[in-house]
């Protein structure tokens, strides 16, 4: 599994998904970015093994110049949910909450 999370960072390829995570999701983390990984191939995911705070995490998707941010938290993989926060264009700034039986129409939407 560790592999299939370590996919080169392609800034000329849009669009991308930075992945912000809480330390306590990390299983389900690695396990829904591989799966998204696979059913997704025309978007990118970035997950950066480092961790940290929120703010720092954010720092990292703004200096790759992510175009969404995907923030996973223990309570939302418990609740079925993930918070998408828009980090570039007209929207950018906006930030929602998506549950997982709906992301499929999410990709499809916000595909470029």
Do not use: C, H
């Amino acid at each position: 599994m560790r592999e299939a999370l370590q996919v080169p960072f392609d800034p000329t390829r849009l669009p991308s998904v930075y992945v912000i995570f809480e330390e306590e999701a990390s299983l389900p983390v690695f396990e829904a970015v591989s799966e998204w990984r696979r059913q997704y191939s025309d978007w990118q995911f970035v997950l950066n093994l480092q961790g940290g705070n929120f703010k720092k995490q954010f720092q990292r998707a703004n200096k790759i110049e992510a175009d969404y941010a995907f923030i996973l938290t223990a309570q939302g993989f418990q609740e079925d949910y993930i918070e998408i926060k828009t980090l570039k264009g007209v929207d950018m700034g906006s930030q929602m909450e998506v549950s997982m039986s709906a992301l499929p129409a999410w990709f499809s939407k916000n595909k470029g």
